[in-house]
């Protein structure tokens, strides 16, 4: 039974009608950044020419938060068409060569969709929520100019983070076959931050209120799940400084994981299959 309790991190991130602000912006690009976004932005207009619809940043380079060597760049692009498979291993290489060339970030995250899926009533608050809340526009027309705005509820809960049961097995496999330490240690950072944020989903509508820092959102969670606190404060920690140890990954779906889902599950409901 979660306890509640006032939790130490006031709601923020909310206009002054309640609604989720949009966070992010070029001009908090830190200096050492900006020439790999200024590359990122080129590369991506002559990858994909007039077939662009429009390009983002996320994360924490638009937020102002990203570190030197730590802190990778992550992009979302939208075309006018579906995109291919061709396009995808386009995007890959070209994530590939910046991340290269500029040791100022580690790695390249790129999400690529077509316009038409972007504004589907299906994604309306998946992935619709997050370019209207969470992306920076870098290149074109905005697609939040089309989508509704969003108040941290739970619909916007289920429909983000209601999945995670369903990622599981595909985690346990990716955990067996992982054979490097690099891989475990991208493996960790990426199953650390996304249990921290659907965590802090789930407490989200509660608090009333939206932050992107996995310290907080961690620290928000333990207010009311005061018994998984130190859990993900721990993860929180992680995805930000990940280890190679499997002994976290393997308890992050055997229990911290299995425990979400379920809990997930019966406050929100479970996401709309897609």
Known sequence: MAAETVPPIAPKGLDAQGYIEREGSLGRIPQPFRPVVAAARDRVLELFGPRLHSAYLYGSIPRGTAR?????????????????????????????????EFPQIDGVGALLYGRD???????????????????????????????????PDSLLARETNGDLAVLLPRWRVRIGTADSEETRTRLVRFMSRHLVRTAFTLVMPRWNGWTSDLGEMAEVFAAYYPERGDQLRTAAGLGHAPTADTAVLRAYV???????????????GTKTPR
Do not use: I, N
């Open 117 to 151: 899926v972007l504004l589907s009533d299906l994604e309306r608050h998946d992935m619709g929520w997050f370019v209207a809340c969470l992306c920076t526009p870098l290149l074109g027309d905005d697609l939040a100019e089309y989508l509704p705005r969003y108040r």
């Open 254 to 268: 055997d229990d911290l994981g299995p425990w979400l889902a379920d809990e997930y599950a019966r406050v929100h």
């Open 68 to 100: 030197v060597g730590r802190s990778d760049l992550d992009l979302l692009l939208a075309l006018r068409d579906e995109p291919t498979d061709a396009d995808r291993e386009g995007v890959r290489q070209l994530g590939e060569a910046l991340d290269k």
